[in-house]
């Protein structure tokens, strides 16, 4: 898919997903789009693990309460580690951040869906926990986000969006 | 260009810019890109001045010690304001990252050039505070990160990625 339109369909989808399977190549294309990304002074602070066992998700899945993850046939877990980029100066959360959007990204020029599930998972310190456990996680990463992946059943929401002209300007602060 | 090779082309452009400009166009549908990304419950708090006016680009850049600035024909000034997305919980560095992220996803997908600029322009406060001067910047937005916008000069040094299996795996940490 061309860049520009993976950008305009990408959305957060809260709905049901299909039970056709993610392709592990297509998983795998996912996660190598999130690792591609930048981070500061190149430390890579994020990891991922795909899920495509269906047990497996299903156990997650009914630890993070959100509206969004209703059973997905895949889905990813965001880590991080807190290393610093120089001295004590941390960009672990603009790294992640950014290896998430690659690969919401990725998901949508697959022709699949997601949504970024943060807060639902790092709101709670048990819920990481017990994420951690299952996935057999060393306490040197931290569990930051989900993001479920499948074909949406049908089309979700889509969030209104600020016009332009009222976050992004030319030469100076509110000059268009 | 196609999504998975604008990923595969970013990088992280540290070199000279050639001269030629970068069409107000071009810049419009990156700022675009960059303000469709998501954001935490959508609190939208990213926002971004694009630059073109040479004279500008100068003095904002003598402002900023990294040796990734150097003149381009045009720029890019991330702000974020630090709204909460609920109670007292903050995504705005994660949206910023993101909104990024898209940017120099775009950037790339145009043909142009570009790198990740944050720790030099918030690591000592005078400079986006002079910043903000510069382009009448509201207190209520923090300048963040600073992305010049060219055509590369040559070809730069992309850094080395640890292998996949080091940083992403299938079904539990550590798994291939």
Chains 1, 2 share one sequence.
Do not use: H
Not at 50 to 58: N, S, T, V, W, Y
């Amino acid at each position: 898919m061309e860049f520009f339109e993976a950008v305009k369909k990408r959305y957060s989808y809260r709905g049901k997903y299909r039970s056709s399977p993610v392709a592990r190549g297509d998983l795998q294309k996912i996660l190598e789009a999130g690792l591609a990304a930048p981070s500061g002074c190149n430390t890579q602070t994020t990891s991922c693990i795909g899920l495509d066992d269906p047990e497996l998700i299903r156990s997650v899945g009914t630890l993070i309460k959100s509206s969004a993850v209703t059973v997905a046939p895949a889905a990813i877990c965001v880590l991080t580690q807190r290393k610093p980029g120089y001295a004590d100066v941390y960009f672990n959360v603009q790294d992640y951040a950014a290896a998430i959007e690659n690969m919401l990204l990725a998901i949508t020029a697959l022709g699949y869906a997601s949504c970024w599930i943060e807060g639902q998972v790092t709101g709670d310190p048990k819920i990481p926990a017990e994420i951690g456990r299952l996935l057999n996680i060393p306490p040197e990463y931290s569990v930051v986000a989900y993001l479920p992946v499948g074909v949406a059943e049908g089309e979700g929401k889509r969030p209104r969006y600020k016009p332009f002209a009222e976050r992004a300007w030319f030469n100076g602060f509110g000059k268009n």
